[in-house]
């Protein structure tokens, strides 16, 4: 009886999930160290942003939109309720259903945040030349579309803001 020699593991570095792995936990870095005075997480910024295109979402359509589940939303707008950033407020066609909005504060805070966040993008990109650049982010597009349903919670995005109405 012969034994076959135990297979090697994969390297990591030649597995593409790995490096997706480490280029978001190098994004959140990046974003939290360029917005760091705001005090806002990545999700939180992209509920609020989402929020300020789009008034008056549900909470699960907010969900559905940046791609968490309900109830990892429902803590974060917890949290920025708590801090008078965004305020639900009830459905006038089904009171069961909470509508999201930006406070005041909430917009200034965005307003805020953006020069940080786009810094913290731009970084990001940067050890690629501007060239293709553009290229990288058609083909990350294509990644996540093409595995979205593989997701614990895909994303649907929401169709585009007409000015001066709001499209759900």
Same mark, same amino acid.
């Given at each position: ?7 090697? /593991?994969? %390297?990591?570095?030649?597995?593409? #999930?790995?490096? =997706?792995?480490?280029?978001?936990? =190098? ?43 309900? /109830?990892? =939303?429902?803590?974060? =707008? %917890?949290?920025?309720?708590?801090? #008078? ?20 504060? #909430? ?5 805020? $945040? ?47 803001? $007409? ?6």
């Amino acid at each position: 009886m012969t034994v076959d020699p135990p297979r090697l /593991s994969p %390297d990591l570095e030649d597995l593409p #999930g790995f490096h =997706i792995r480490r280029l978001q936990q =190098i994004a959140v870095a990046v974003f939290l160290e360029e917005t760091q005075e705001h005090g806002l997480t990545p999700v939180q910024y992209a509920a609020m942003a989402t929020v300020q295109r789009q008034p008056e979402l549900d909470q699960r359509t907010l969900a559905r939109t940046i791609g968490f589940d309900t /109830s990892t =939303i429902g803590s974060v =707008i %917890d949290r920025l309720e708590a801090r #008078g950033l965004m305020r639900r407020n009830a459905s006038p066609t089904d009171r069961r259903v909470r509508l999201l909005t930006l406070t005041p504060e #909430g917009d200034t805070l965005l307003s805020e $945040v953006q020069p940080g966040m786009l810094r913290a993008q731009a970084r990001m990109l940067e050890p690629l030349p501007p060239e293709q650049r553009e290229t990288f982010m058609q083909m990350l597009k294509v990644l996540v579309d093409g595995n979205n349903e593989y997701s614990r919670a895909p994303s649907v995005p929401l169709e585009p803001a $007409v000015e001066g109405r709001r499209v759900v």
